[in-house]
């Protein structure tokens, strides 16, 4: 277990890198306010800073040089890539701090009209929309594995590592909408994110059955590594099954009872500030009822 956790032969992914830069620049926006006296909730400092650290260790340590050896382990980046990592990313709110906490002179005047004009656009809309991200999720799946795109791919120079770039900003675009509580562009209704989420879990819990039930090999690519390991390829991936399986379901579950809390919540408070609303200026419905009550009272009694 320890060799997953050094660093390996093969050099780290970008995303590596990428962790480290998000993980400074978030901590810089958050001391920034907190330092003006601001509030900047800690949990999602926590959050953000997990799912970074996550981004490190997967990408950049042995884990990443197990990876291009066996199935099982790149099924393990793939899933935590596309289903653990971004929903810690995007429960920090990193949009809501980027607004608050960059200056509005010099540089972060730039930074601030280049972030707006992102929200508007069109192209972010659509990029965030389910028309985009459930294809998407069907081709790192299905189409990757049983349309025979992964062999190709892998072995190209940097195919690994475009495939697990490719696998995270999957991630991000199917759960920016879903999770987040920042300004998006794209915003959907609680029975929307709580359908593409079933959607999504239905999905891939197919795919990890059929891999971990299948009796041919999926991919080449992995079977003279794993094969030099001591491991039976084949073994190895049904293991990888397995976790899709296992492993892909339980993000999704908690984030569907993260949603539901959230729906319940809001609709418990919207009820009890129209509840408010009606005792200081009455209801209008029901004061319309109530009147129409009386009018068919009045026609009964008896003259």
Do not use: K
Not at 87 to 92: K, W
Not at 243 to 254: N, R
Not at 265 to 293: F, I, K, P, S
């Amino acid at each position: 277990m320890l060799e997953y956790l050094v660093p390996g032969p093969y050099p780290a992914s970008p995303l590596a890198a990428l962790g480290i830069l998000l993980a400074i620049a978030y901590l810089a926006g958050a001391m920034r306010l907190w330092r003006q006296g601001r509030r900047w909730p800690v949990s999602r400092t926590f959050c953000f800073l997990a799912g970074c650290a996550a981004l490190v260790i997967i990408m950049g340590l042995g884990v990443e040089s197990y990876g291009y050896a066996q199935f099982s382990v790149f099924m393990f980046q793939q899933l935590t890539l596309m289903m653990a990592i971004p929903p810690l990313l995007v429960l920090g709110s990193p949009g809501t701090l980027l607004l608050r906490a960059t200056p509005h002179w010099g540089l972060g005047r730039a930074v601030l009209r280049l972030a707006h004009g992102a929200l508007r656009s069109r192209a972010a809309r659509w990029a965030l929309s389910p028309a985009v991200a459930l294809p998407l999720y069907l081709l790192a799946f299905y189409g990757l594995y049983l349309g025979n795109l992964a062999d190709p791919i892998l072995r190209l120079p940097g195919g690994h590592q475009t495939l697990e770039i490719g696998f995270f900003l999957t991630g991000m675009l199917f759960t920016i909408p879903v999770l987040a509580d920042d300004p998006v562009p794209a915003r959907m209704g609680y029975g929307a994110r709580a359908l593409d989420l079933f959607a999504e879990a239905a999905l891939h819990a197919f795919f990890g059955v059929f891999i971990m039930m299948s009796d041919t090999l999926m991919i080449g690519t992995f079977v003279q590594p794993t094969a030099a390991l001591g491991l039976d390829p084949l073994e190895d991936q049904r293991v990888a099954g397995a976790l899709a399986w296992s492993y892909g379901e339980a993000p999704t579950l908690l984030m569907v009872l993260y949603i539901m809390h959230r729906w319940f919540r809001e609709d418990t408070a919207r009820a009890r500030a129209h509840d408010r609303y009606a005792d200081v200026h009455g209801d209008d419905d029901l004061d319309a009822y109530n009147e129409y009550l009386a009018r068919l009272h009045e026609r009964r009694r008896p003259r």
